[in-house]
């Protein structure tokens, strides 16, 4: 059988080596589109028969496609877009594939500074949480709870009130959501600032 290299890749290609490795996240096509908000034309005057399209991403971020025939008698606006988007459409596949891929270290990095070995029959996950949070000591914190400090804790210990933005239980007046302490450094590694 011979092999060419001229012949497209399809979508359906990739989908399918994917399966076959076993690895079904990739950038895919139907994401890549939901990641558009909005897509917008321009046409020059003066540099007819240029055509620009921009695609403008949910993130804010924006990419840019153009294209022009070598001779001006050829122009069509429709194929001018098309090959126009096209070209946005190959710079987004490669910071969506950098965004993944930057993920997937992080994700690993995260995993092998972990410093307690993983037991049989567990698997290891990471996970995001929204919360909202300030700096509060041990002894504060016991404080608003009306409990008393443990013997083997000290009130001045540094830490973090942390209010849980995805639970809706009032089960604390003045909060709306789940309320709990953390140690400064737990909270520091396991939480960044938005």
């Known amino acids: 059988m011979e092999t060419t290299y001229t012949k497209p890749v399809t979508e359906e290609e990739l989908i399918e080596r994917a399966k076959q490795k076993g690895n079904h996240e ?13 897509e ?14 921009v695609l403008k991403l949910k993130n804010g971020f924006m990419v840019h496609g153009h294209s022009a025939p070598a ?10 877009r098309r090959l126009a988007r096209e070209q946005a459409i190959k710079q987004i596949w ?10 997937i270290y992080q994700e690993r990095a995260k995993v092998e500074s972990s410093q307690v070995p993983v037991q049989d029959g567990f698997e290891t996950y990471i996970g995001t949480k929204v919360i909202h949070a300030q700096p509060c000591t041990r002894g504060a914190y016991c404080e608003l709870r009306g409990w008393s400090i443990p013997e083997n804790e000290e009130w001045d210990t540094p830490g973090y009130l942390v209010e849980y933005a995805d639970r809706v239980e009032n089960m604390f007046p003045g909060f ?11 909270f520091d590694n396991a939480y960044k600032k938005v």
């Open 71 to 80: 001779i001006e008698e050829n122009f069509d606006e429709v194929i001018g």
């Open 40 to 53: 917008h034309y321009l046409n020059p005057v003066e540099l007819h028969p240029l055509t620009i399209c």
């Open 26 to 38: 990739r950038v895919t096509l139907e994401k890549l589109n939901e990641n558009i908000e909005s």
């Open 176 to 186: 709306a959501g789940y309320i709990s302490w953390s140690p400064k450094e737990v």
């Open 94 to 103: 490669q910071l969506m594939g950098y965004a993944l891929k930057e993920r």
